[in-house]
């Protein structure tokens, strides 16, 4: 029997909780040690030393995407499409999230959470104000790319739905300003009644 899927990483994480999400969501058989960057015996897994990692019988990968995309290769599924305009448009917003969407709002997490947190000094209005800026950028294209919709792509949630709405894990103690934008709230209410993300609500 092959051994259990390992994705490392404290689930605390936006990063680790979304392929731990869609591990749970397609079934498959996952453990999740949940180390810290920071812990010596993490440090020699991997150079890049970012949580998440995934580690399947000794192969290893990080980037929190990448991983989504190789657990969606193991198994049948709908969570990554084949067809191609499909698959198109979820690799859009995978990418998306990476380059615009969680910068948009990580350092406001790093700022109100995590600082307070491990007692790493006063948040930084500066940084929270100028991120804020982003945010309303980014938050109004996706508001605009759920208009009418249940999901962003097709009318069944896929990886695009698991790696944007991981980001708002933590949107009510980061003070993010929803509001504004009532189809992203309805969608992320959906998305956090999703099986995968039940099963990895933050404990805090
Ligand atoms: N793009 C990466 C980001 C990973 C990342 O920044 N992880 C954070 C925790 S959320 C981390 O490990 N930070 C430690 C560091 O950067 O040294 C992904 O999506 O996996």
């Known amino acids: 029997m092959a051994n259990p899927i390992k994705i490392i990483g404290v689930p605390f994480s936006q990063n680790v909780r979304k392929p731990l999400a869609v591990a749970h969501h397609l079934g498959l058989d996952v453990e999740n040690p949940p180390m810290s960057p920071r812990d010596p015996e993490f440090q020699p897994l991997h150079a890049a030393g970012r949580i998440p990692l995934l580690d399947d019988d000794g192969f290893r990968i990080c980037e929190s995407n990448a991983i989504m995309i190789y657990l969606c ?18 690799n859009q917003y995978l990418f998306w999230d990476v380059a615009h969407w969680t910068p948009a709002y990580q350092p406001i997490q790093f700022e109100r959470l995590v600082k307070p947190m491990l007692g790493l000094g006063d948040t930084d209005e500066t940084v929270v104000e100028a991120t804020l800026v982003k945010f309303a950028r980014e938050a109004a294209y996706l508001e605009g790319a759920l208009k009418g919709r249940d999901w962003l792509v097709g009318d069944a949630p896929t990886l695009a739905d698991f790696a944007a709405a991981a980001g708002l894990t933590h949107a009510g103690a980061m003070r993010l300003p929803l509001e ?13 009644g999703l099986e995968g993300f039940k099963k990895t609500a933050p404990q805090m």
Request: aromatic share 10%.
């Open 73 to 90: 290769s193991k198994t049948k599924n709908d969570l990554y499409p084949e067809e191609t305009k499909a698959r198109g448009l979820v």
């Open 180 to 192: 504004d934008y009532p189809n992203i709230r309805a969608w992320n209410e959906r998305a956090q």
